[in-house]
């Protein structure tokens, strides 16, 4: 009696998601027609495709960790990854989003703290790529609300707007890795922790530093806080906030892409 | 301009499949074309640069959405989150042809991202016809399912693989995209006469034509499509048409991706083929 196709299934899938052939394997092995080959050597062929195929999912997402670690690095660390948390969809764009939690502990990763965080730029860089398309704020309805009122507005931030702290200095790591970059390859590592956020112009995708004060006015901004209250929250951060020199940039850059009358609180929204 | 997208491809002009290196070159050049296919999930997310790339290429060709993720022979149940972004995709662009895959890519939830074979037995068959009728009946419409290439056969299999997708087109209700370069390194890995393949299906119920290079490793040939076409598969491909007529047809190159000179050198070769062996008669 040969096994059904759910059997099947479930063993050649385990047999090609593991690194190498175990005795674990065998019942598989003895469903397939070998002839010119072994049976193992078919799931062995098929282990290459699949392992290269994801592997080279992770490079194309993580480009400046595997300029970082190098190529041989990179690619057992993929591995040990694609074993570790198999990928989840049929959509290869879903796959690759918890490499940033894996590199944080991975052992031989240890001595690169900062790594798991460039990661999860990467992974930022990618959604804020395929996020939705959104209009410009409509300057008109901003200059219809009244003075009084413009405390208790609401600013919203577009879709392809991602915030992200970080206690390394990850913009110029980003930077000296991209390549195109030709000057010298160096990093003022004790830099105080960055704020950047991750936008699109243009369908491009781009990185810019924020001060506290800007990084938790966006942040309460998303978290639907009313402008007021945002407003002192990043000057308690950086007294030296300019509210108006600040949302005139992220209208222009459209980070901040529309406004709405804040009459119920956040939650009931 | 939509409304003035073109819908109905013209059978006896090959098209290429459409990847982002070309696309700059494609823009500029704006080549004639049969058509243009595409990865159905490169253009699953909710916007940003590849949408507004296939808009602009939607309004000068007609389009093909081709799948490779929705796993319609594995034992889980179709993903309906996937299933929903490539109705969206479907109802947004209106392509000419939608295809999917004679495959399981994986199983419990877990994805090797791999066209994997079925065993080609009744229940797997009657397992693949319910899922192509439940993703016809979603995207309503017809689809087409194609063959794919493998390196390794289940001692289960009871049906010759021809049979099952012959079958599957007869039963499911949908067409069959016959990847001819499939089908002969099939006949080459599991020794087989190609053109008994070709000759299995019925004419009519083929609605796309796949060409692609492979790799001869040695011990086995690999579907790379990463190479140009080869002469034994141009004289199948002859042979596909002179039985089929004018079927749509299509370049895939997917791995160390050529200039796109290249890639339309090989399509007017399909061209060309299409136009001596068909004779004006579209199938």
Known sequence: MRPDLFTIQTQLKRALLSRTSTAAHTGIASEIVEGTLSAQRRIAIYRHNVFTNLCNALSDLYPVVKRIVGEVFFTEAAHSFITQIPSRAGDL?????EFGPFLRHYPHASDLPYLAEVATLEWQWHTVFHAADAAPLDLARLASIP???????????HPAVTLLSSPYPLLQIWQVNQPEYADDWQIDWDA????????????EVRIQQL??????????AAAGLPLEQAWQAAI???????????????????????VEPAVLPAACR | MTG???????????????RSPHYRDMQALAPALGFLEVHSENFFGDGGQPLAYLEWFRERYPLSTHGVGLSLGSVDPLDDTHLQKLKRLVDRFEPALVSEHLCWVGVNGEFTNDLLPMPYTPAALAHVVAKVGQVQDCLQRQILVENVSSYLQFKSSTIPEWDFVASLASQAGCQILLDVN???VNSRNH?????RYIDAIATGSVGEIHLAGFQDTGEILIDTHGDRVSAAVWALYEHAISRFGAVPTLIEWDTDIPALDVLLGEAGRATSILQATAGGHAA
């Not at chain 1, 105080?192 to 369908?203: D, G, N």
């Not at chain 1, 001060?211 to 309460?220: A, D, N, V, Y």
């Not at chain 2, 819908?7 to 459409?18: Q, S, W």
């Open chain 1, 93 to 97: 764009n879903q796959f690759g989003r």
């Open chain 1, 147 to 157: 003075a009084d009122q413009m405390g208790a507005i609401v600013f919203a931030l």
């Open chain 1, 192 to 203: 105080p922790a960055v704020h950047l956020v991750v936008y699109r112009r243009e369908f």
């Open chain 1, 211 to 220: 001060t506290g004060g800007e990084h938790i006015f966006l942040q309460s």
């Open chain 1, 236 to 258: 308690a951060q950086s007294p030296e906030f300019n509210l108006h020199g600040f949302i005139g940039d992220c209208v222009q850059s459209h980070i901040i892409n529309n």
């Open chain 2, 4 to 18: 003035q997208r073109p819908a109905a491809i013209e059978p006896m002009l090959a098209g290429i499949g459409l």
């Open chain 2, 182 to 184: 499939n089908i002969y």
């Open chain 2, 191 to 195: 020794q087989f006469d190609a053109y």
